[in-house]
């Protein structure tokens, strides 16, 4: 039982640049979400899907775009990467209805030149 | 949407001191504030929760607080330990079904001198 698991961990790019982030959780649950943390500011969501076949924007969405591919996987795409986007992402999910803990995955570092 | 205030954002303390974290949200329709710690270089990972329906829980050396009606709440860690030391953030969401949108505020990072 892995949890949530995302890759890749680190990542580097040009401005320009395109790359998907991969997330999957292995833990049944409905809900997934991702989130950006930069210092000094917390968490802020992004994009979440709050079960199969949904997405919905969150705070910060712009420069970004999702894909629910099923129950388990929910990818998070830089079409134009810019130094702002600069950041850590956390993928995460919940169980949905009646139990709200965020399960974390590990983060990946993007790093955009 | 909702805003939410956190403080102080660093905070240092002595082994067996106690630690309290305050936050403050917008949203009064928020009903949902859960505490996540996160260690260095780790995932944040929930510590304690609390509903709209409840003023204070506690679990061990952790309890929280909520008053509603001011719109704060406020995280307490008694006889801290070096294992404290993280940064802790606070949350709030109005969700009631589906998913469970969080707002963090902007975190506190806790050190315990040993």
């Known amino acids: 039982n892995a949890g949530v698991t995302q890759t890749p961990k680190f990542q580097v790019l040009k401005t320009g640049q395109s790359m998907t982030l991969q997330c999957a959780q292995d833990?049944?649950?409905?809900?997934m979400y991702w989130y950006r943390q930069d210092p000094g500011m917390g968490l802020r969501l992004i994009y979440y899907?709050?079960?199969?076949?949904?997405?919905d924007k969150g705070e910060v969405p712009n420069g970004y775009n999702v894909s629910r591919l099923n129950k388990r996987e929910f990818s998070l795409r830089l079409e134009s990467a810019a130094p702002s986007q600069t950041s850590v992402y956390f993928c995460?999910?919940?169980?949905?209805?009646?139990?709200?803990?965020?399960?974390f995955g590990e983060g990946s570092r993007l790093t955009v030149l | 949407g909702e805003n939410v205030e956190q403080h102080p954002s660093t905070l240092s303390v002595q082994e067996g001191d106690s630690a309290v974290i305050k936050c403050t949200y917008s949203?009064?329709?928020?009903?949902?504030f859960p505490w996540y710690k996160q260690e260095l270089g780790k995932r944040p990972q929930l510590i304690i929760d609390?509903?709209?329906?409840?003023g204070e829980k506690k679990d061990q050396r952790i309890a929280v607080t909520l008053n509603k009606t001011a719109k704060h709440f406020s995280l307490h860690i008694t006889e801290t330990q070096p294992e404290d030391s993280a940064v802790y953030f606070c949350?709030?969401?109005?969700?009631?079904?589906?998913?469970?949108?969080?707002?963090f505020g902007t975190g506190t990072r806790l050190t315990v001198i040993p």
């Open positions: 995460a999910s919940t169980r949905g209805v009646g139990n709200r803990e965020l399960f």
């Open positions: 833990m049944n649950h409905n809900s």
């Open positions: 899907s709050a079960s199969e076949g949904t997405t």
């Open positions: 949203d009064s329709a928020s009903n949902y």
């Open positions: 609390i509903r709209s329906n409840v």
């Open positions: 949350a709030a969401s109005w969700a009631q079904t589906g998913a469970n949108n969080l707002f």
